[in-house]
């Protein structure tokens, strides 16, 4: 278990403990108000660039929104003088076309993928000092860095297609035109897959989740464009510029999405927006999450204890009484019955024995039977003839 998932269930104990009661014994939903989900710690590197450097205004992410606008509309019109100038300079006209890999298109999405996987590490730094994370849902955000870096790497080189060749190649099918079959079904299924996980962990900031649908959507559109597979009803969608500015654009939505959510997240730990109610159905699961990692947790051994000595106060032993039959006496108690003895045999119309205090029916001449001394034998002698006298 790593330290940073132990300190954060510290935190999310301790938060339990001192609102509501922790998860596991309080499964009721709390408050908007009431609920803190993220406590970034000390120097966090992750919250201070999210807070600092990325863009958290308003304004700035209309800039941003306006600027990648801008540059997408720049590299398509570059695009149209590509084709005039080809026959005088191949590398300028290379250099300016949108679809051929190195140009300036393929370098600025390769940009953007890059972008998107920094992000990506961010809101793993982030996500990770989220309290109520009991399953390390965070570690998604390390699978969607991957696979920009990935897309980066692929939108530089085009290495799908040179993929997509040799397999075709190899197993002899290729059922799409320009062996579109191999890079569309297995990419489509893994990005697929990834985006839509992505989406359900941004769902609780709808505008996030509403622009990174519509970039999913356009990519989908823009990828089935480039295999061959939109019909040609709409001359738009024939074009050959449609599918490589529909790729830029869905990366460029995606980096905006990042944005957004960073955004919503920032916001939420400086208590400036509201944690949503989670559902009683996620709360259980989150309870039973936590009760079976606390339980498969070993306890810690109880400390020895040094044992406390128990005082017991001396009873006075009473006066002219011999001990109990089967009970050795002390020596105390055996002072206690000399000095009665003496005190009765100073009565004067009283004759004292050795017997006194003993029951004569359940007299026993047995091992606990005490006899008197031999000084004893003759001071009671000597009273006894003082008397006779």
């Known amino acids: 278990m790593s330290t ?61 929104v306006i600027g990648l606008v801008a540059v997408t509309a720049a590299l398509v019109w570059a695009d149209r003088f590509s084709a005039g100038i080809a026959t005088a300079n191949a590398g300028v006209a290379r250099l300016l076309s949108f679809a051929q890999p190195g140009s300036l298109a393929a370098w600025w999405e390769a940009a953007l993928w890059l972008a998107v996987s920094v992000q990506a590490l961010l809101l793993f730094g982030v996500r990770r000092q989220r309290t109520d994370d009991t399953r390390g849902a965070y570690r998604w955000w390390i699978v969607v860095a991957l696979a920009a870096l990935g897309m980066s790497l692929n939108s530089a080189t085009h290495a799908h297609a040179a993929v997509a060749v040799q397999l075709a190649a190899v197993t002899g099918f290729s059922p799409l035109a320009g062996d579109a079959f191999w890079w569309l079904v297995p990419g489509g299924l893994i990005l697929g897959g990834i985006a839509i996980r992505s989406l359900l962990e941004i769902k609780e900031s709808p505008v996030a989740a509403a622009i990174g649908v519509t970039g999913f959507v356009i990519g989908s559109v823009g990828w089935l464009a480039a295999a061959g597979l939109m019909p040609g009803l709409v001359p738009t969608l024939a074009s050959p510029l449609f599918a490589p500015a529909a790729a830029l654009a869905a990366v460029s939505l995606a980096s905006v999405t990042l944005l957004l959510y960073s955004r919503r997240i920032v916001r939420e730990a400086a208590g400036e927006v509201e944690a949503p109610v989670a559902t009683p159905k996620a709360v259980e699961r989150n309870a039973d999450a936590q009760e079976l990692k606390l339980s498969a947790e070993p306890e810690p051994a109880p400390k020895p204890t040094k044992p406390k000595r128990q005082t017991v106060a001396a009873t006075p032993e009473p006066e002219a009484e011999f001990a109990e039959p089967d009970i050795v006496p002390t020596r105390a108690a055996k002072r206690a019955k000399r ?51």
């Open 4 to 64: 940073a998932r132990a300190g954060r269930r510290r935190r999310m104990l301790h938060e339990g403990a001192g609102a509501t009661g922790s998860v596991a014994s309080n499964p009721e939903p709390t408050t908007p108000s009431s609920r803190v989900r993220y406590t970034p710690r000390d120097g966090s590197a992750s919250f201070a660039v999210a807070s600092g450097v990325l863009p958290r205004s308003p304004l700035a992410l209309a800039g941003v």
């Open 339 to 389: 000095n009665a003895a003496l005190q009765a045999s100073e009565e004067p119309d009283r004759w004292v024995s050795g017997a006194e205090g003993y029951n004569d029916d359940g007299y026993d001449d047995g091992p606990s039977t005490r006899k008197l001394s031999k000084a004893e034998r003759k001071r009671l002698r000597r009273e006894k003839a003082r008397r006779a006298a």
